[in-house]
Structure formats: structure tokens, C-alpha cells
């Protein structure tokens, strides 16, 4: 029990580091996930040796303790730790065989800390468009910079404030040939957007050229509704029914209040069932 309590405390101081170094350079849930990501390349989870490089130098070492704490306790939070790592995995296996198979134009929707276009085999010739917030964006320009790592392929960055302009516009003004088949990695972002906005994205998308795709990542309502939250006490007596261990619903709902507390809540969850309907009304076709 007492790990577990720790654990959840960490969790939050690294949230929390996470949120104040993000204040005012871009997305904390970007940040939180590079810190992820490079505990995942140190474990041979993953293959992202720049994960790092973005974490500030108080976050790191909570990013290994935070790791250790989670097996001790039985890998409660292993359960969404285990989710991203697998997500990464199969994005880049995906990202790898699209190219490979014609996709020139790849698109990183929402792009964050993403290092793909640093790190992933692709055909020499491949364009890879990285579309993503001003601010989350100048700081991975900074970091790359001061890291001296050049992407191997014709990069372009396109910084777009997603409250106010159309990520497609700002895409095709950089010079993005929308009749060209494309890929599209939309990846750890539609859990925080209202439905009308995830289904204006999957129609633009639709409307691109014949043969493109779309990768993205879903929570189901069980993990991304609020009103799954439980009251402290029914939180204590599940953790004490369970050993002291992190059941998915309980971890699930220390997530939840972490992204809720700061600003950026989850708002969207798809039951399986809905997935291949949201798609085919879309004029998509589910893979």
C-alpha cells in the first residue's frame, strides 16, 4: 500500500515538473510523454534515443524512480506505461511499412516530442511534415538544434494555432500536394478534443487523395470518462482489496485527475463497437 501511495506521489511531482516546465514552452502531456519514452528506450522497450534530450534535468531522475517504484509495486501503472510504449512501437513498425510501400508524404499530426523523423528507417526520397501548436513546436526546434541532429529526409515544420486555423490550410500553404497519397500520425491527441472537432479532422483527412491513411490511438469511455471517478475511500478499499496494487480503473482515474488538473482534460472516448462506424461514415476505410 505504501508503494502504491508513493508511486501516485511521484506521479504527481512528475506531472507537476512536467506542467512548470511547460508553462511556457508548449504542451506538458508532450513533455510527460518524451519522459516516458526515454524510460521505454532505456528498458528496450523502443528504439528512441532522443526521447531525452527534452526532458529538463530535474525530470530525469524522477523519470527512473518513478520506473522502479512501478515494478516494486507489482506494475500497477505499468498498465498505461505498457500502452505507450506498445503505441510507439507499432506507430513506427506502421509509419516504416506505409513508406515503404508508397506513402511519400508523411504527416505528424499534432506532432509534439515525436523523433520519427530522426530515427526511423524510410525511403531517402519520403517528406515528412511535422504540424503542431507555435510554442510545443519552437522548443523541439530548440532542442534538435542544441543537440545537432539532423533529420535525414525533406523535413517541414508547420506551426498552426489549432484554436484559430485550419491545419490543412497552413499544411498546403508550406507547400504539402494534397492530391499526393499521404500518412497521416495522429498520435496522443484525440482524447482531448470535443467530438466535433475529431470528426472535422477525420473528414479532412478523408478529402485528402485517394490511398492515403490515418493512424491514431483511442481511449474507450471506461478510461477517459470522469464520471468513472471513484471517492477516495472507495480508492483506499479497492487498493487495500488488491495488495497495495493499482487496479487499470484505479490508475486510469489518477491519470484523469492529473491531465484535468492541468487544463488539458480528457474529453473524447470511443467504445470499440463505434470505431469502424465513425470511420465508414467518414468515407474512410477501417484497416
Keep these: 500500500m505504501l508503494g502504491l ?44 534515443p532522443y526521447a531525452a534530450s527534452f526532458l529538463p534535468w530535474h525530470h530525469r531522475p524522477i523519470n527512473f524512480v518513478f520506473a522502479a517504484i512501478n515494478y516494486c509495486n507489482g506494475g ?76 535525414k529526409y525533406d523535413l517541414t515544420h508547420v506551426a498552426v494555432d489549432f484554436m484559430s486555423e485550419s491545419w490543412v490550410e497552413k499544411l498546403v500553404e508550406a507547400g504539402f500536394d494534397k492530391s499526393r497519397p499521404a500518412l497521416f500520425v495522429w498520435e496522443g491527441v484525440i482524447y482531448y478534443l470535443e467530438r466535433p472537432a475529431v470528426l472535422e479532422t477525420l473528414r479532412l483527412i478523408g478529402e485528402c487523395a485517394e490511398g492515403s491513411c490515418v493512424a491514431f490511438d483511442y481511449f474507450t469511455r471506461d478510461i477517459a470518462d470522469p464520471a468513472r471517478d471513484v471517492a477516495l475511500s472507495d ?20 491519470v484523469r485527475k492529473a491531465v484535468r488538473s492541468f487544463g488539458e482534460p480528457f474529453r473524447f472516448g470511443l467504445d470499440e463497437s463505434e470505431v469502424s462506424t465513425l470511420i465508414l461514415t467518414l468515407t474512410l476505410t477501417p484497416t
Design 5 to 48: 501511495f508513493l508511486m501516485m506521489a511521484l506521479q504527481r511531482l512528475w506531472w507537476g515538473a512536467s506542467g512548470r516546465m511547460a508553462s511556457g514552452t508548449g504542451s506538458w502531456t508532450a513533455l510527460a510523454v518524451a519522459g516516458a519514452r526515454s524510460w521505454h528506450h532505456a528498458a528496450g522497450l523502443i528504439n528512441d
Design 76 to 151: 500497477g501503472s505499468f498498465l498505461h506505461h505498457n500502452y505507450l510504449a506498445a503505441r510507439t512501437a507499432f506507430l513506427d513498425a506502421y509509419v516504416e511499412y506505409n513508406a515503404a510501400g508508397g506513402a511519400g508524404d508523411v504527416v505528424l499530426l499534432g506532432a509534439g516530442f515525436d523523433s520519427r523523423a530522426y530515427r526511423l528507417n524510410l525511403p531517402p526520397d519520403t517528406r515528412i511534415w511535422e504540424v503542431d501548436a507555435p510554442a510545443t513546436q519552437a522548443e523541439k526546434r530548440r532542442v534538435v538544434a542544441a543537440a545537432g541532429v539532423k533529420s
Design 235 to 254: 480508492f483506499i478499499a479497492e487498493a487495500r482489496g488488491s495488495g497495495g496494487r493499482m487496479s487499470q480503473g484505479l490508475y486510469a482515474m489518477s
